[in-house]
Structures are given as structure tokens and as C-alpha cells.
């Protein structure tokens, strides 16, 4: 039995990449095509659920596909040509200039997702959208003020940062809660016009995915503003995750009992704040106990 899941559900890498796009692909097509044969939706929903398994069961297996590749890119001349460059070599070489040039990113796809978000506030007449544009807003402002201590920072001013991260994620998270607690009560939800949904869908999970990978990888570099960047990150994937969420339900699931929306709205909902709470308060612990020892150690210095 032991061997016959493994043949089922760790495949090569190669296979685990064409059976996901597959059955990626085909849930996408029955949402986006509406069918009444409810045989077709149900083999695409299994084949989604298929999909997803040999995603999460696949990825360390697709490691060494992707170091081969990075060498391959690596290799190239274009890519020698950037390395040899004054710029190219420290972006290879220095994680914080890496964390910088990712936090500028960062602030830019903010941006460009905040004035989505007042335009489709303003034009559908969604105080959703407007509330978001004002959090991500206010993400963006952090991410500013991370990126000024990237570099020549000393370790107290890191430090004092992330603890003033964390403080506003705490302070943020009462909006947000208010928001998830007004849409459960009016039972209301985000509406993305068109196939735009299609692409939050995307943004979403490559957010996600993306922002664990990186939380991950900066615990090994012990630096504070990178820890505090990749929280925010996060939180702001996190964010989307809700949002995309109630759209779906909104969009695909209108026929079903406004309780299940309610309930769905709940606990996605209350499970987002209460993880925000928690790393904010675990940012405050974490900052007072580490400015407490540079103190200290001040003082007996």
C-alpha cells in the first residue's frame, strides 16, 4: 500500500508539473465555462484536489530541477554579462541588497494594487475595496520604512523597527477584523468584474506561496528588517487569500445557503486576524526581549 501511494502521489518532477497544469487547468475551464453535466465539474474538481496533492507532495523533489535551472540561467551570457557588472555582482552576492530591491518591488506591486482597488472602489461603489486600498495602504508605508534600514542600520534600529512593525500589525488587524466582521453580518462579499478574477486567483497563490518560501529562508540570516519585510509580506498575501475568497463564493457559489457563506466568511475570516495577532504579538516579545539585551549589554560594557 506504502508503495503503490508512492507511485501515485510523489512523481518525478516533469510528470508532477503537467498533471498539476492539467488539473489546474480544467477547474479553471468549468468555472469559467459554465456546464450543467455535473460529471464533468466533479472530475474536475477531483482532478484539482489530485493537482494540489502532488503540488505540496512534489515540490522538495522539484529542487534539484530548479538548481539545475538557476545554473543553467546562471550560465547564460546575458546573465554573465549582468554578473560582471558592479550591480549584478552584489545583487548575487548580498542578501540585503537582494531584500531591498525585493522590498521596492514589493512597494511597487502595492501601488499598482491600491489604485486597483480605489478604482474598483469607486466605480462598483465598494466600501470593501476602499477599506482594502487604506490597509494595503498603510502596508506600503512599513515597507517604506524597512527599505530606509536595509542597509547601515546598526542592531538596536533594527530592532526598534520591527518592533514598530509589529505594533502597527496589531493596531491594523482591528480594522481588518472590523471588515471581516461587517461582511459576515451583511453577508457581503468582494466582486472582481470579469475574468479579473482569474488573475487575483493567481496573485493570490503565487503571494502565498511565495511569502512562506521566504519567511522560511530569512530565519537563517537572523536580520530583523528582512524578518519584519517577509511579515508583511505575508499578512498582505494573507489578505488576499480573504478577499479572493469571498469573491469565489460570491461568483461561483451564489445558488448555495447564505449560512455556508457566512460561515465560510467566519472562519477565514477570524483564522487571518487571529494569525496576524499572533505574529504581531510574537514580533513585540521578540523585539522588547532583544532591545532588553543590547541594553543590558551596554550598560555592562
Not at 541588497?97 to 478604482?119: D, P, T
Not at 515597507?143 to 509589529?166: F, K, M, N, P, S
Request: aromatic share 10%; with cysteine.
Amino acid at each position: 500500500m506504502k508503495a503503490a501511494l508512492k507511485r501515485l502521489f510523489l512523481l518525478p518532477p516533469w510528470p508532477t508539473v503537467l498533471l498539476a497544469a492539467i488539473g489546474y487547468g480544467l477547474v479553471i475551464a468549468v468555472f469559467a465555462v459554465p456546464l450543467e453535466n455535473p460529471a464533468v465539474q466533479y472530475a474536475a474538481y477531483l482532478a484539482s484536489t489530485y493537482a494540489l496533492v502532488i503540488t505540496c507532495t512534489g515540490i522538495r523533489h522539484l529542487k534539484p530541477s530548479v538548481q539545475r535551472l538557476k545554473v543553467w540561467l546562471f550560465d547564460l551570457p546575458l546573465m554573465q554579462k549582468f554578473r560582471a557588472t558592479p550591480i549584478g555582482a552584489r545583487f548575487c552576492s548580498d542578501i540585503c541588497f537582494r531584500a531591498q530591491i525585493s522590498l521596492c518591488v514589493g512597494f511597487g506591486i502595492n501601488l499598482l494594487y491600491i489604485v486597483l482597488k480605489l478604482v474598483s472602489g469607486i466605480l462598483y461603489r465598494s466600501m470593501w475595496f476602499l477599506a482594502l486600498a487604506v490597509y494595503y495602504a498603510l502596508l506600503a508605508v512599513m515597507r517604506v520604512l524597512l527599505v530606509r534600514q536595509v542597509h547601515g542600520a546598526d542592531e538596536r534600529t533594527e530592532w526598534r523597527r520591527y518592533q514598530i512593525c509589529g505594533g502597527v500589525l496589531l493596531l491594523m488587524n482591528q480594522a481588518l477584523a472590523g471588515i471581516v466582521a461587517a461582511m459576515v453580518r451583511e453577508n457581503k462579499a468582494f466582486e472582481y468584474p470579469g475574468p479579473l478574477i482569474y488573475a487575483m486567483a493567481l496573485y493570490a497563490f503565487y503571494a502565498v506561496i511565495t511569502a512562506i518560501v521566504n519567511v522560511v529562508r530569512t530565519r537563517r540570516h537572523n536580520s530583523p528588517t528582512l524578518s519584519a519585510a517577509k511579515a508583511i509580506n505575508l499578512v498582505a498575501a494573507m489578505v488576499s487569500i480573504l478577499s479572493l475568497e469571498t469573491a469565489m463564493l460570491d461568483r461561483f457559489g451564489a445558488e448555495d445557503d447564505p449560512a455556508f457563506h457566512r460561515l465560510m466568511k467566519t472562519v477565514t475570516g477570524g483564522g487571518v486576524c487571529t494569525i496576524v495577532i499572533i505574529m504581531a504579538l510574537f514580533m513585540l516579545w521578540r523585539s522588547s526581549r532583544n532591545l532588553k539585551r543590547i541594553r543590558e549589554q551596554q550598560e555592562t560594557n
